[in-house]
Structure formats: C-alpha cells, structure tokens
C-alpha cells in the first residue's frame, strides 16, 4: 500500500510539472487532457505488465520487468554500507576490478552477459539508473514504472512533434500511429531498455529535425541528450537513424533532390561498415552482427523459447548479409504471425503485425498523387524502417523478443502510412478521427 501511495504521489507531482513545461502545451492535434489520458494508459500498461508477470508467469528470476529493479538492490545497498563503491560502479570509475566483480557484480544477474563482446553493455545503464531511482523509491516497483513511464511519455510526445510538420492536417492520426501501438504502449511503461530508448529517439530527432521554439540552444541540448540517450540504450537504432538524418540535413543546407545526398549518405554508411574492422580492431560491425545473432540462437535453445524460429546463420562477408535481406525482412515483418497460436501474448503480437502490414497498404490503395508527397520525409522514414527491419532480422530469432526490438519501428511505419494518403479519398469517418481537432 506504501509503495501504491507513493507512485500516486509522484504521479501528480510529475503532471504538475507537465503543466509548466513547454514540451508539453500546444502540442498539434492532443490536447492537455489527452496528455494526462495517454499518459494514464501508460500507467494502466505499466500496471498490465506487473500483473502478468507476478500472477501468469511469476516466476521472477525469467520475468524482463525485474531484472533490472532487482539487480540495482545489489547496486543500491552499497549507497549505505559503502559510499564510494557506489559512486565507483554509478560513474564506472576505478570498477574494473576483481573486488568489484566478486562483491557486486556477480551477486547481479544481468551485469555479467553470457555472451561478451567489444560493445558496451546497455544493462549496465538500466541497473545504474534503477539504483538511482531506488533513492526515490523505497525499493517500491510501482515508483519504477511511473517514472519509466514519464520517461517514454516525454520521448513520445518529443517524437510527436518532431513528425508533426510532415502530417499536417493529420495530427490526431499521427498522435494514434506513436502512441497507441499496443507494444509502444506496453513495453516502455515498465523499468526496461525501450523507456529510455524512446526519450532519447524522441529527443534526437526533435533537436535534429524540427528544433522546438525559439532557441538553437534548447535544440542543441534536446539533440544531445538523444544522441547521449542512444549511445548508451540500443546504439544500433542510432546508428540505422544516421544515413537518413545526415541526407535530410545536407538537403536543407545545400538544397537540390534529396536522393542523391540519400544515396551519399547510405553509400557512404555501407564502406564505412566494411571498413569498420580495418579503422577499429575489435568493431568488425559485420562480425559484431554475426556473433549477436549466434548468441542469441544460443541463449534462446539453451532456455528452450518457445518463439524461436529457425534462421540461417550470416555468412562471411558483405554478401552473406545480403543473402539473408529476405529472410530478415520476413523475420521483422511476417514471422509474429508463427506465435499467434502461442497463447495471448502471442495474438496480440500477430494482431498488431497485421496492422503494421494493413496501414502502409490501405494507404497505397487511397494515396494522393506522388508529386504531393514529401520526398525527402518518404526517404528519410524508408530508411530508417529500412534499415532497423534488417538488423532486428538478422540476429533476432525470438518472436517475443523481436516484437519488443520493433517498438521504435512501429510510429515510423504509421508515419509512412500518413504521408502516402489522401485524406479526401478515405471515408468521413476515417477522415475526421485522423484530422487534427
């Protein structure tokens, strides 16, 4: 009941402070109350998991939602009995050490993955910041989930805005298309890797693409509290954002079609991956990709998933990821469809694939003319699904997982759907829920 009192506590705090933030007013096409009732479904999906995994599947020591919260108790209780180990493992300064791993590190359960490599460890940041929030929270879950929830929700409504320009006249469509994806409502409202992910997407890209209000300063630091964000959560999903930011800003400072900078830019990115082992020994990213993908058919046979779906190992070479471009897109794409008879879970992940098919197709059924739809934001947002489709395809053998990697690929594929339709074409009714209020 403590924990429950305070969550609510720090839930009105955050919405009064919402208020008087200038992220949150004006923004196109939700108003102030739809705030506060997307960011209450947020809760209500953050509540959702906790059930599911404390009465459907209570085993603990396999539920994603706590791993994290409960390896930071290890992480937190050094705050009390010793400071500075605390501030050591929090800054990652002076603890590589024996003494560290022993007392700490392999008491966790997440700090240590089965599988190193050279990339940094994105569990690190999510275990240091729930050691961080334990100081707010008593060690109460709920707190955990009301503030991942702020988190994403300030992602999402930044991503809202950024996109808003290239939707205009349809911003209650593009609101539904970011925020009322099912894995987009779910999986960022607990205390895992997406909540962060989606500020730092959110950020980013506001900074980047459209800067809000007045000063470059605010675009500046909006920009790089993303880049900071991403860098450290999922720094894959960045790295499939950069060839189609860098051709929307060379279009804008040099002017001309915006293809060629795209093909620059993607040409570019692909000899820099080839290259890549050459210029930084032990960042072969090629290479990186196929030891993820075998760690991960590894991780899953050896826990017996029961979403594992059969995949050829990459190959060597540029040719051997080329090879396997089908399949991939068949993974991010069409393979939820194999879990839908694998209990609720399963469904609803097939249920939201066939909307992510059916949306980007009824738009090319009602599309408005080409020379009405914007080159450069059809580019930029085909690349970005692109590219990200084929990196979760290529080393995600786990439908489950794969659903929960996809989640900042789903308001990009609704955006798609935007920018081809003509909304003179679709019935009234569709027309006017899509229309800004």
């Known amino acids: 009941m403590s924990g429950l009192l305070l969550a609510t506590a720090y839930t009105a705090l955050l919405l009064f402070a919402a208020r008087r933030m200038a992220l949150f007013r004006g923004v196109p096409g939700i108003s102030g109350h739809g705030l506060a009732a997307l960011f209450g479904m947020k809760l209500l999906a953050g509540a959702a998991l906790w059930a599911v995994y404390t009465q459907v599947y209570p085993d603990r020591s396999t539920a994603d939602i706590f791993k994290y919260f409960d390896d930071s108790a290890v992480m937190y209780a050094a705050l009390w009995e010793r400071p500075m180990d605390f501030v050591r493992m929090l800054t990652g300064v002076g603890n590589d050490s024996p003494y560290f791993t022993e007392r700490y590190y392999l008491v966790m359960n997440n700090w240590v993955r089965q599988y190193e490599n050279n990339v940094y460890n994105d569990s690190h940041t999510m275990i240091r910041l729930n050691a961080v929030l334990r100081i707010l929270s008593a060690g109460h879950y709920a707190v955990h989930t009301v503030f991942a929830c702020a988190?994403?929700?300030v992602g999402l409504v930044a991503l809202h805005r950024a996109l808003a320009p290239w939707a205009q006249g349809l911003e209650r469509g593009l609101a539904g298309v970011v925020f009322l994806w099912p894995s987009v409502l779910f999986w960022p409202s607990a205390p895992l890797k997406e909540s962060l992910l989606m500020?730092?997407?959110g950020l980013f890209l506001l900074g980047v693409l459209h800067p809000f209000g007045r000063s470059r300063g605010v675009a500046l630091l909006a920009a790089l509290a993303?880049?900071?964000?991403?860098?450290?959560?999922?720094?894959?999903?960045?790295?499939?954002l950069v060839p189609g930011v860098l051709a929307l800003l060379l279009q804008r400072w040099r002017g001309g079609g915006t293809v060629r900078y795209a093909l620059a830019t993607h040409l570019g990115a692909v000899l820099l991956v080839m290259v890549s082992g050459t210029l930084f020994p032990g960042y072969d990213v090629l290479e990186l990709f196929r030891v993820k993908q075998k760690d991960f058919i590894g991780m899953?046979?050896?826990?017996?998933?029961g979403s594992l779906v059969e995949m050829p190992l990459l190959g060597e070479g540029v040719w051997g990821f080329v090879r396997n471009a089908p399949h991939a897109l068949y993974m991010t794409f069409l393979s939820p469809f194999e879990a839908a008879d694998r209990g609720a879970v399963g469904l609803a992940g097939a249920l939201e694939n066939a909307v992510v098919l059916l949306l980007p197709l009824l738009a090319l059924w009602w599309r408005r003319p080409w020379q009405r739809v914007d080159p450069a934001a059809l580019l930029f947002v085909c690349s970005f699904v692109l590219l990200l489709a084929l990196v979760i395809g290529w080393t995600v053998p786990v439908v489950g997982a794969l659903v929960r990697y996809r989640v900042p690929l789903l308001p990009f594929v609704g955006l798609l759907a935007l920018l081809l339709v003509d909304a003179r074409r679709l019935p009234t009714f569709v027309a006017r829920l899509l229309r800004a209020p």
Request: charge should be positive; include cysteine.
């Open 226 to 240: 993303g880049l900071a964000v991403m860098l450290v959560v999922k720094f894959y999903v960045l790295f499939c």
């Open 199 to 201: 500020l730092g997407l």
């Open 300 to 305: 899953a046979t050896g826990v017996g998933s």
């Open 151 to 153: 988190f994403s929700m």
